[in-house]
């Protein structure tokens, strides 16, 4: 069965300091993976998007990493800011179809404290 | 969010009611989706159109209709609407060509069934 699943499922850090989050995945046959950012009562917003043959992607403060061999992606955030508070989604899809073929992860809740 | 609104933000409406909610975009984009997201889940789809008048079902289809008699509209009807399907819907729209396409969501409407 394709999966994405994500870890931590909340994480409390400091304003400036650095966190990482994971994203394991088991959606065959693999096209990209995507980073999403959706702040409270609002929709989706893409961050980044990698495919099978990038490794490392990069947008601002933010850097996702894939290996796709492993079936993991990483997103790092460097230098917290309070703005970063906000659900981060982990979106895996397949090849082929109208329908997109996403397969979205349950998403980590993140809390930056001043 | 850029090109693409929903309507209406929040409602409440009761157990056997019908209802529709609208997803306006004003990019001429061919494909439109519409999602659920209910805690404990990722965002799971409802329905899909590649153009007018053609759509199909998602993931969690039963219990929604959907019209698409104009690029720019796609509407989400509960016929009779339940208590399961309180939940926030977000539309989305795809955007881009070839491997790089991406997907602009909209801010998401919050149904309470009562």
């Known amino acids: 069965k394709n999966q994405v699943e994500q870890s931590p499922q909340s994480l409390i850090i400091l304003e400036g300091k650095n966190c990482t989050l994971q994203c394991n995945y088991t959606v065959s046959p693999f096209s990209n993976l995507r980073w999403y950012k959706q702040d409270t009562g609002r929709g989706p917003v893409s961050l980044t998007i990698m495919t099978f043959s990038e490794n490392t992607k990069s947008n601002g403060r933010y850097t996702a990493t894939l290996d796709a061999d492993t079936k993991q992606s990483s997103l790092h955030i460097t230098a917290s800011q309070l703005s970063d508070s906000a659900s981060y989604i982990c979106?895996?899809?397949?090849?082929?179809?109208?329908?997109?073929?996403?397969?979205f992860g349950k998403g980590t809740k993140l809390s930056v404290k001043p | 969010d850029a090109g693409i609104t929903q309507s209406p933000r929040h409602k409440v409406t009761e157990t056997g009611t019908p209802v529709t909610l609208r997803c306006h975009q004003t990019e001429n984009h061919r494909y439109m989706y519409w999602y659920r997201q209910d805690p404990g889940h990722g965002l799971r789809l409802i329905h899909y159109s590649y153009g007018v008048k053609d759509t199909d079902k998602g993931e969690v289809s039963d219990g929604y209709s959907v019209s698409r008699s104009k690029t720019e509209d796609f509407l989400l009807t509960l016929e009779s609407a339940t208590s399961s399907q309180t939940s926030v819907y977000f539309c989305?729209?795809?955007?881009?060509?070839?491997?790089?396409?991406?997907?602009?969501f909209g801010s998401g409407t919050r149904l309470t069934v009562v």
């Open positions: 989305a729209i795809r955007t881009g060509e070839g491997a790089n396409y991406g997907y602009t």
């Open positions: 979106v895996v899809s397949g090849y082929g179809g109208s329908q997109g073929n996403l397969i």
